[in-house]
């Protein structure tokens, strides 16, 4: 059967092989809802500026009402010879209804509609992905709360460096995604512009009134030029760049929470319910949940090239090469919203151990910087204080003890300025308390950032 939607020129069909390669509707039927209230909102205001009678307008709000429960109750017969969800809804409408059917993409294209369907599904990820992001970042802040006084050891080089709190790593964790979220939301602003009245890329000889359009389907305005607004997929890229970046995020995370659940650091254990076992090794417990999100950080990040690199030669206006941005955004806006959703389960639920992220800390000498402070109290420079507590880290490290394991007679063979309160600053708990700095690590400081953050909520 030649396409009744565009066959009028046409001599022959297209050959099977050509509409397998062409159809689209196998994974853009998803954009159904989006698709019909643009439709919808379409036909409104076709009616409004006189182009189509209200009541050819009514009958197709009204179709395409039931065309959207036929499909959500799985009745609707997809048909991959009318390529696409547009032509597949309009045929369909034009069978219920009739020729009010056939009115309806008066000064349209599937140019437009399909930018605009395209957007509108971007912008309810984009308000879902928020949500998701709320949720995890409000169990980061439960959790950082609960362990705002465990130590463990702060890394640098993956080497020991200082002790922080568990809490502070928390909300290093949960500044990652709020500035996710800014993007996102950023984002939303620039997407939220109508493209429809573009028509195929020109524009359109009808009244149409786009605001109004705009208005309709919760624009917050329309797009400025018609050749661009057919052609412009920057909201899809730039929707894929921060999904890539939450993902970078949670694999970061992901990679953190395999190494501390590992029995070589201990720090944490995650519930069962995350964990999946060995069909050989009968003692496994493993980290599938964050093995997994790190996994697919690259689907995601792939995605993002995907699109850049399809949008790279293409000239204006619009080029059916677009119809292939489908796959890799619905791809990211899947296997992010997953993601997510599953770290949101899963982190309020890490069970610190926080003996062992102790006895960590208390390793590798992580309170020398503490020592080279308390000379540098007692008048000494710096430069000189840091050697002196080098040379005292050698010593105990000799001797296969730390630093605060050196009896006093000892610790003053290096300096005669180490005075008895020297062990009031080299332990753990003494030196997460003394960084007081603005958003640094000492319990007060993280409670303090919980409360900060508690207030913008
Ligand atoms: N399925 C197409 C897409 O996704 C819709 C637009 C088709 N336009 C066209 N002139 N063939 O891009």
């Avoid at 959500?72 to 547009?86: A, I, M, P, R």
Wanted: charged fraction near 25%.
């Amino acid at each position: 059967d030649k396409n009744a939607m565009w066959s009028g020129r046409f001599s022959e069909s297209n050959t099977e092989l050509v509409a397998r390669l062409s159809e689209s509707v196998s994974f853009d039927k998803r954009l159904y809802r989006q698709d019909i209230a643009g439709s919808q909102a379409h036909a409104r205001m076709l009616a409004k500026v006189g182009v189509l009678a209200q009541a050819d307008a009514d009958k197709i709000v009204a179709g395409l009402d039931e065309i959207r429960a036929e499909i959500e109750s799985g009745k609707f017969e997809w048909k991959t010879e009318l390529e696409d969800v547009h032509m597949n809804i309009e045929s369909r409408l034009t069978e219920r209804i009739g020729d009010a059917g056939k009115r309806l993409h008066t000064g349209r294209s599937r140019n437009d509609q399909v930018a605009t369907d395209i957007r509108l599904y971007v912008r309810d990820v984009i308000d879902n992905v928020v949500m998701l992001i709320d949720r995890l970042a409000a169990g980061l802040l439960d959790l950082a709360e609960r362990e705002a006084d465990s130590v463990m050891p702060g890394f640098t080089h993956l080497q020991i460096a200082q002790p922080v709190t568990f809490g502070h790593h928390m909300l290093a964790w949960r500044e990652q995604i709020v500035r996710d979220r800014t993007r996102l939301v950023d984002c939303r602003k620039r997407l939220n512009l109508l493209p429809l009245g573009s028509a195929a890329l020109a524009g359109t000889v009808y009244p149409l009134d786009r605001h109004y359009a705009a208005e309709l389907l919760g624009f917050d305005g329309v797009t400025e030029n018609s050749l661009d607004a057919v052609s412009d997929r920057d909201f899809a890229i730039e929707f894929c760049a921060a999904a890539s970046l939450i993902m970078v995020h949670l694999s970061r995370w992901s990679e953190e929470l395999i190494l501390w659940s590992t029995p070589m650091f201990g720090f944490v254990n995650l519930p069962d319910r995350f964990c999946t076992g060995s069909s050989i090794m009968p003692q496994k417990k493993n980290p599938d949940v964050p093995e997994l999100v790190r996994g697919k950080t690259g689907r995601v990040i792939g995605d993002l090239n995907a699109l850049l690199v399809l949008m790279k030669g293409q000239p204006l206006a619009y080029n059916r090469d677009n119809q292939e941005d489908k796959e890799p955004l619905f791809d990211a806006c899947d296997t992010l919203s997953i993601c997510l959703e599953v770290y949101g389960e899963m982190a309020p639920h890490i069970r610190v151990n926080r003996e062992a992220c102790r006895a960590a800390a208390a390793k590798g000498f992580s309170t020398a910087t503490d020592l080279a402070d308390y000379l540098v109290g007692k008048g000494l420079p710096f430069r000189d204080a840091h050697h002196v507590v080098g040379a005292t880290v050698g010593f105990a490290a000799k001797k296969g003890c730390d630093i605060c394991e050196l009896s006093l007679e000892e610790l003053q063979t290096f300096s005669a300025l180490i005075q008895k309160d020297v062990f009031d600053h080299i332990t753990l708990d003494a030196s997460v308390a003394a960084r007081k700095t603005y958003g640094g690590t000492a319990p007060e400081q993280v409670r303090a950032a919980i409360a900060r953050a508690r207030a913008k909520l």
